[in-house]
């Protein structure tokens, strides 16, 4: 089976408050290593750190690419959490890529496996950037989701 090495980055404000608890956190990577491991995918915490910001803090979605560019771990794939207060968020530095960013209250959902799977090289079902998909899927392969 193949593993993936994830860093985990906690984002708190200026004086350590506020984000994800430990807890909701180990809940969110144990269904979404539970979820990755049912398609034959391991997932392996190696690192776990607290990210201190409180502008990052605030809107870590605007400032993804600064938080990408100077906290992710180049050794393996990156996961920042945010707030778990709001409508769940997420961004991911590229498809595929290394680094996603997840907020608001998704503890209980899928969430993110969703920002995961687009680290991972998987577009959402309803992509038109490559084309319109045809109902029979017969260009599947060069439109949609690919």
């Known amino acids: 089976m193949p593993a993936l090495r994830v860093s985990v980055h906690l984002l708190r404000d200026d004086a350590g408050t506020g984000g994800f608890s430990t807890g909701e956190a180990d809940s969110l990577l144990a269904r979404m290593i539970a979820e990755f491991d049912a398609v034959g995918i391991q997932l392996i915490e190696v690192a776990r750190s607290e990210i201190h910001d409180s502008d990052l803090f605030a809107d870590p979605i ?71 998909e045809l109902p029979d899927g017969s260009n599947g392969a060069t439109a949609g989701d690919l």
């Not at 290394?98 to 799977?117: P, Q």
């Open 62 to 132: 605007d400032a993804a690419a600064g938080l990408f560019a100077t906290h992710a771990d180049s050794s393996s794939m990156n996961i920042f959490l945010g707030s778990p207060a709001g409508t769940i968020e997420g961004t991911v530095s590229g498809i595929p890529g290394r680094s996603l960013i997840l907020t608001g209250n998704a503890e209980g959902t899928s969430a993110l496996s969703h920002f995961m799977g687009h680290c991972l090289g998987l577009y959402e079902t309803d992509e038109t950037r490559f084309g319109v």
